[in-house]
């Protein structure tokens, strides 16, 4: 969540930039959609274990097998 932060921040600023300001239109939406995904994920996780199923996050990193 935090890189995904990051990169929305660093490329929306340098799209406001070169839009000398219309790029950041384009950064609300993108930011609400990623709170929203923040808090929604969580809620899911935390129902499908409570069922006693096995959850994995979607967009994750496997680093170990």
Do not use: H
């Not at 790029?23 to 929203?36: H, Q, S, T, V």
Request: no cysteine.
């Amino acid at each position: 969540m935090l890189l995904a932060t990051t990169l929305l921040v660093t490329v929306g600023g340098i799209i406001s930039f070169v839009t000398f300001g219309l790029g950041f239109l384009l950064l609300i939406p993108a930011g609400a959609a990623l709170a929203i995904y923040g808090i929604v994920m969580p809620i899911v996780a935390a129902m499908k274990s409570n069922a006693g199923e096995l959850y994995r996050y979607p967009v994750t990193w496997r680093l170990i097998k």
